[in-house]
């Protein structure tokens, strides 16, 4: 783009600030619509997963759909939840977006359903009209919207297992009449588990020798159930306008019980051998919005988002701990609530000024507010005051954005996307019992993508991308409330944010060439390195005056990541085959090696799978491998990365029309979650192993069309 063209952008943005985050982004459409293929045609990269091969294993929930998409990586935490991520890197440096906006409170993975999604889409590089707080990338979940026809469906299944009992339902309507249409998405779950959670405490001093041997033989049991509804509502106006309004609301109950006694083999006892505790979850979120899309007589459009959300949380948690006649015993009945608020507004011009181009500018703009109140007793002694017992506080984050963007079409053969974009966000937070934190963050934001098609070869492209990200420290990191363990230690140690925490800025560069030699069948090579600065690791210290360990998060310097990932897949008849390898490197120059890498960053991850199909039945099988390794925290402290392999293997028949079977095994392999730290001094290692074991499932599920 010239000078010329950037200043007049750049004066378009000041004056009107306009802008959204509706997906899609970025879009240079060649030859008919039906021909389109985002993935190849657009100048902006992008993975776009169908919703028919999100729903083929038949999941009951998003995080077990997402751990399939070639480069995204799923870390569960406990056996349950989970953090989704790009590049292997989790900690926010994956940002997760639906329908192009901020993920409402109250909705997570584990509890959202696949049935509900339109379309994934996987972002590797930035584009200026999503948020640039994605130093890993971005994965944009769009729910379903678009209704052509009269649809029915009704699911009904259950999942079960040694150790899970997950009955499910779902029930979609959707239906057009002339200029309007309508859809509703309800969804409803109940997971029961009961399972054992072993853990292994062991300690050595400087000469290597052991001098303590614990273990815990932990078991769990409780449930967690689910309810969602999406509603949708759309108008088609006079002059071709377009006015929709849509929703999201769900509700959360988790219960779980967990008996802990611990063994001492050798050395100290455990100041609390015996731990019984008790946990409550109740939360439920609301989310509405209204969206008006404007068509211009000479082409461009104007499209307008207002949203408001608001959901609110109930923990509850009693610990009984005891059993060391030199401690003596611990009662703790701990109730908190949180009540969150959030109103907004997007907005999108697209601009026709020039042939071959496609300028659009725009605007994010929004306020949220949390209230959180912690009260702690004992109920042996009501009338003891317990340090850090009762907090309350109250935050609120303010952010805006603006930003332009332009597609160009130098070419036919070749195509540029030139984008800037302004992100400011500022944390206010203020409470009773711990104090305040301030923080102010603005990036500026250049992007530049690129695609060019090879001469004589359509389907042969090669993508380049370079764009400025950042990453934000959230609410709960700059907190200095501090959230405390029961048997304290150097690898069970107390949580507390930090008020002086900085953002992380990155500067990232992507690479890759595609290439499509029949319809269907694909391979590529990706690159991809990202300098960060001012990375944020959670380091454990001591606490002389409160006697206790905490780990608190810190900036602790630069650090570079790099990724190189292959893709394939390809038809056979009627056989689809599919794999992806990516292989993760990283340093922090800040933590001394070797294994200074960035915390629990995947090493390499691949996936490998088929589909067949032939007249009413289909069947598939996927292996999802996930790498581990050690990682230096810092210098004292190590985190262990256990292997993780999944294999999941499906069938479906149609038993005539409009219904199907469809059975599913689940972790094949049982696969277990482990979880490995130690921290060391000059008089020894203490270690810490914490093993949620997994065992096979069986899934069955009735899906019917009417």
Do not use: C
């Amino acid at each position: 783009m010239s000078p010329r063209r950037t200043i007049l952008a750049s004066l378009i943005v000041s004056a009107s600030a306009l802008a959204q985050d509706t997906p899609p982004a970025q879009v240079d459409v060649r030859g008919k619509a039906t021909d389109y293929d985002p993935r190849r045609d657009d100048t902006a990269a992008r993975i776009v997963v169908r919703h028919e091969d999100l729903v083929k294993y038949g999941d009951t929930n998003l995080l077990d759909a997402l751990k399939r998409i070639p480069g995204v990586t799923v870390s569960r935490a406990a056996g349950r939840g989970g953090e989704v991520r790009l590049q292997g890197l989790g900690n926010g440096y994956t940002q997760v977006l639906v329908d192009g906006e901020r993920v409402p409170p109250g909705v997570a993975f584990d509890t959202l359903a696949p049935d509900a999604v339109e379309r994934i889409e996987v972002r590797r590089a930035a584009s200026a009209d999503l948020p640039t707080q994605a130093i890993a990338g971005t994965i944009n979940i769009v729910l379903k919207k678009v209704v052509r026809t009269r649809e029915r469906e009704f699911k009904a299944g259950i999942e079960a297992g040694r150790d899970t009992r997950s009955p499910n339902a779902s029930l979609r309507v959707a239906d057009k009449r002339d200029r309007f249409s309508y859809s509703l998405a309800l969804e409803a779950m109940r997971n029961d588990f009961d399972g054992d959670v072993p853990a292994r405490e062991e300690g050595f001093d400087a000469a290597g020798r052991p001098t303590l041997l614990r273990t815990t033989a932990s078991r769990e049991h409780g449930h967690l159930a689910t309810l969602s509804l999406v509603p949708r509502l759309a108008w088609t106006l006079d002059g071709g306008d377009t006015l929709a309004l849509e929703g999201l609301a769900t509700l959360n109950r988790f219960r779980v019980g967990v008996r802990s006694p611990v063994t001492t083999w050798l050395g100290e006892a455990a100041p609390y051998p015996r731990q019984d505790i008790r946990m409550s979850n109740d939360m439920g979120s609301v989310r509405a919005a209204l969206e008006w899309v404007h068509r211009f007589e000479g082409g461009g459009q104007l499209e307008t988002k207002f949203n408001a959300s608001g959901g609110h949380t109930d923990n509850g948690s009693d610990r009984d701990a005891g059993g060391n006649p030199a401690v003596g015993s611990l009662r703790r009945d701990i109730d908190s609530t949180g009540h969150d608020r959030d109103v907004g507004t997007t907005g999108k011009a697209t601009l026709p000024l020039w042939e071959g181009h496609a300028l659009a500018v725009g605007w994010d703009a929004g306020r949220a507010h949390r209230e959180d109140a912690r009260r702690e007793r004992d109920p042996t002694q009501p009338s003891l005051v317990i340090p850090h017992g009762d907090e309350r506080y109250t935050g609120t984050v303010t952010r805006l954005a603006l930003y332009a963007q332009d597609e160009w079409q130098v070419t036919p053969a070749w195509s540029a996307y030139l984008g800037t974009r302004w992100e400011g966000v500022r944390i206010r937070a203020d409470g009773a019992g711990f104090g305040s934190a301030r923080s102010w963050s603005s990036v500026f934001s250049p992007i530049v993508q690129t695609l060019y098609q090879l001469p004589g070869k359509r389907n042969d492209r090669v993508r380049l991308a370079v764009a400025r990200t950042y990453k934000a420290p959230g609410m709960e990191a700059l907190l200095p409330h501090r959230y405390t363990t029961v048997n304290n230690s150097q690898v069970e140690p107390d949580v507390q944010g930090n008020p002086n925490l900085k953002p992380e800025l990155a500067l990232a560069i992507d690479a890759a060439y595609e290439r499509e030699w029949a319809p269907g069948a694909l391979f590529s090579v990706s690159a991809s390195q990202r300098r960060i600065d001012d990375t944020t690791r959670n380091l454990v210290r001591f606490d002389a005056a409160a006697g206790r360990w905490v780990s608190q998060p810190e900036n602790v310097g630069s650090a570079t990541t790099r990724t190189l990932q292959l893709e394939t897949h390809f038809p056979v008849r009627t056989l689809e085959l599919r794999g992806d390898v990516a292989r993760n490197w990283s340093h922090v120059d800040g933590v001394r090696g070797p294994d200074n890498r960035l915390n629990q960053q995947v090493p390499l991850s691949a996936n490998l799978g088929a589909d067949w199909r032939r007249n009413r039945f289909s069947a598939g099988v996927n292996f999802a491998f996930r790498q581990g390794g050690t990682v230096r925290v810092s210098t004292n402290q190590m985190v262990y990365l256990h292997a993780q392999r999944d294999l999941d293997i499906y069938a479906a028949w149609k038993l005539g029309a409009g219904s199907t079977l469809r059975v599913t095994a689940v972790n094949v392999l049982g696969s277990d979650f482990v979880n490995d730290s130690s921290y060391a001094t000059l008089d020894g290692v203490l270690r810490n192993r914490i093993v949620n074991v997994r065992r096979p499932s069986v899934r069955a599920a009735f899906e019917a069309r009417f």
